[in-house]
């Protein structure tokens, strides 16, 4: 069964303070992987999209790499604009192009 | 204008009512899709339409229905509400490249 696993849960950090976001995933095969942001009230906002392992996306504080098992989202010297549900999708090869979700980290930048 | 809009923002309504939840998009896509959101369950996908004529259900489209009157339009509805699809709803289209979703309906059942 196709299965995405984000950790941690929440995560809180002062300003400046560099970390890193997990983003485990089991997928028959793997067409994409997609990095979301998500406002309170808000519909997800798209980062990133990544297709292969080894393959590395970068906007400004953030970057975004993928292994054959996971992605890590970093986040450099974050500000407190950067707090927000940060999602992670996967989409399994195949035609139905549907993304499954993981349930999402929940990032706090303290000033 | 929003690429997805979807209305209404929020909603609440009572057990046993039907509601439909509409949603257009201006992104010129043919694909569209209609999630739920709760708390500590992430996104899950209800329907999921390619084109006008092909409608499909996702994991949990029981006590939905979904119609796509247009290209631009696919709207869900509850024939009958109950308190446990009590959720947030975004629409979605997609291309080959993304998705783009919409600001999503918080609906109510009471």
């Not at chain 2, 939840?21 to 694909?31: M, P, V």
């Not at chain 2, 629409?91 to 998705?99: I, L, N, Q």
Request: aromatic share 10%; net charge neutral; hydrophobic share 30%.
């Amino acid at each position: 069964e196709d299965q995405v696993t984000q950790s941690p849960e929440a995560l809180r950090l002062q300003e400046g303070e560099s970390s890193s976001l997990n983003c485990s995933y089991t997928v028959s095969g793997l067409r994409g992987l997609f990095w979301y942001r998500q406002d309170p009230g808000k519909g997800p906002e798209f980062l990133f999209t990544l297709y292969s392992a080894g393959e590395e996306k970068e906007k400004e504080r953030l970057k975004a790499t993928l292994t054959k098992k996971e992605s890590f989202l970093h986040i450099t010297a974050p500000k407190p604009e950067d707090s927000a549900t940060y999602l992670c999708a996967v989409q399994a090869l195949g035609a139905t192009n549907k993304l499954i979700f993981g349930t999402g980290t929940l990032l706090a930048v303290q000033p | 204008d929003a690429d997805v809009t979807q209305t209404p923002r929020n909603r609440i309504t009572k057990t046993g009512k039907r509601i439909m939840l509409e949603c257009s998009q201006t992104k010129g896509h043919d694909r569209m899709y209609w999630y739920r959101q709760d708390p500590g369950l992430g996104l899950r996908l209800i329907y999921y339409s390619f084109d006008v004529k092909d409608i499909n259900k996702g994991e949990i489209s029981d006590g939905y229905s979904v119609s796509r009157q247009a290209q631009a339009k696919f709207s869900l509805s509850l024939e009958s509400a109950i308190p446990n699809q009590t959720a947030l709803y975004f629409c979605a289209t997609s291309d080959a490249v993304g998705y783009t979703f919409g600001s999503g309906t918080r609906l109510t059942v009471v």
